[in-house]
């Protein structure tokens, strides 16, 4: 079965089409887009020994012609050096204007080839191929890439939207437990701020913190309903003018942790989990949000397998201080993403500070 | 007098704004923008040391606060590093997203300040100050924003739109001849592409080649006419689908014998100036363009004091093989821009290779 989500933009839209096998099925869908033969493939060597193969084989299959290019693994090779690495290969191969990356892996390579294609040439096709949790529901889909600068993550960047996103949920069950956990995070953020549905449908499963331990119906609904969300926010606001900030639900104190251990202790989920819970409980402070629906988000969390406690050793003032060089500040005020009810969000900056704190020191492991 | 030209674009539209002492109104015209008060001021040593402080003070004066960045100047320093220079102050002095980087100087400093602008947390808000001829004309207006590779002169690069070009005819006092005559290619290129007029006006002027001995009356309409080209294709065509790559007229040969001489024997608007000479050759061999036209083309080129003929010593076969790794190759055949007429051009990707090597035979010097 082929579920397709259209993601629709006044520039160019296109579709992410998710079915079992589909990895084989690349370079037929690939066709379809009208591409020019040149594809660079870029990948990580873990991954790219899993899937690599029969990606470039599926595309060969097509007619394309492959050359690919693997990076090494992790956030800390998320900068300006691995790109350059990719339009070496770029301009060693020739690539035109109407050639195309493909991204095979996580987050990381896919914002990153997504940089790369955004910027060699002033832009050139690419299309995303999700093996994390994470990205298939999240980084793959509407357009932001970038890299970190040594100072901050995500600085550096650009939005360039792919031709298509290709998931095949089978290449989870390769995913580290951990990895899968980390996506569940973002899952359960589409759950609290736009679908309370698919929030239901994860309270309603007994396991939700390994993947082998989810039933395949849940985990097609948890990839559609989530592709659906992503879809419809960045639909509505390609560049962050306005709604797209609710994606940010978590992740406004979830950078900050994150930054603050050095992109090492706690992941990209984890620090999301993190900072849905203090967002959650921030919230609740103001009067906005009921307290029993706080519980039920941490329920669910904790249900993921992911920290709903600050990392230890985290110094306060330091989220406090790291929140001023976030993106998202704006004049100096810190903007916040805040549930009002299960499915539902609003956005503000008149958090006070103190509560801020408050909520964190009560969040200390 | 002040001269405002429209670039009508679909996302955002923006005035280029040209007088006479407009550096000392660059607060006030930036004020009606609507802008956060941060500004990034980017410019090189020489520049800044003529024009900085004005355009501080004008910053100032409107209540921005300013901070500034220097980079050395020169094509050879338009790389990533510099790039990084730019995100290194970006950072330390927290840019925001409703921050504006100023770029003050040529099509270097320009190129590189817009690209900085348009990948610094994926966009912020650019200003174009011109101080070259090159750049009033060309480089600043249209968005396209870049830095070199090692191995190719902007690969590298995105579309950013600035919201304002502010051009003040003045600072080309200070503009050494050889500068000055490397916009005039520009110019004429123009005139060959779309302005039959400003040909004409060019055709009538006694000197071309050097500012002071060019009318001001014709500088004034040089810039204006020349400005309303590039905003009328730009308007017509972003992302360069189609009509702008009427722009690249002189351009294709023009790179190629620009990278073959390391980008220092020539610059490069003394490479457009080959370019054009050879392209209009082409295009009477193809019978497409009358001999006499030309003839008249190439003398407003050497009445400008620009070169009609190779560098001693470029390899054609060079060229030939350099025209290969251009972005505008479309599998692999070289797209050129050749003239029907005076003010009117074609693009067309038959130009068999032998015509190409004997038009350029025929240039060497
Ligand atoms: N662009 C966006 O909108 C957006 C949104 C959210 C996050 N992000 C970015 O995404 C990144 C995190 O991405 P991530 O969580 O996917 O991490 P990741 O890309 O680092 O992948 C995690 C690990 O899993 C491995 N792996 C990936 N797929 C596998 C598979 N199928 N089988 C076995 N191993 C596999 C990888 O080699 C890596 O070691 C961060 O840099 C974050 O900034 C971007
Ligand atoms: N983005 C575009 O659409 C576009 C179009 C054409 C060219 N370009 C790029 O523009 C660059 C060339 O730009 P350029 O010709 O302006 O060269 P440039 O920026 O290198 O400036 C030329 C020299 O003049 C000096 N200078 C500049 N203004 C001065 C002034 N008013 N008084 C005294 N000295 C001054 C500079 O310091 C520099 O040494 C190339 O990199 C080219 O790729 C871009």
New interface residues.
Partial sequence: MMNRINVNLPEQSYEIAIASGNLDNLGEQMSSLQL?KKILLVSNPTIFKHYGERAIASLKAANFEVVSCTLPPGERYKN?NSI?KI?DVA?EN?L???STMVALGGGVVGDMTGFAA??????INVVQVPTTLLAMVDSAIGG?T?VN?P??KN?????HQPRLVLIDPEVLKTLPMREFRAGMAEVIKYGVIWDAELFAQMEASKNLNQHRYVKPELIDSILTRSCQAKADVVSKDE?EAGLRAILNYGHTIGHAVESLTGYRLVNHGEAVGIGMVAAGQIAAELGMWQKEDTQRQDALIAKAGLPTKLPAGVDIEGIIEAL??D?K???GKVRFVLPTQIGVVTVTDEVPSDIITAVLRGMQG
């Fill in positions: 020019r300006l350059q339009y301009l020739r035109e204007r109407s955004a910027t060699w040439l002033r832009g932001k970038g600068h100072q901050g600085l550096i960047g650009a939005f560049k001023q060089t993106k500040v704006k004049d």
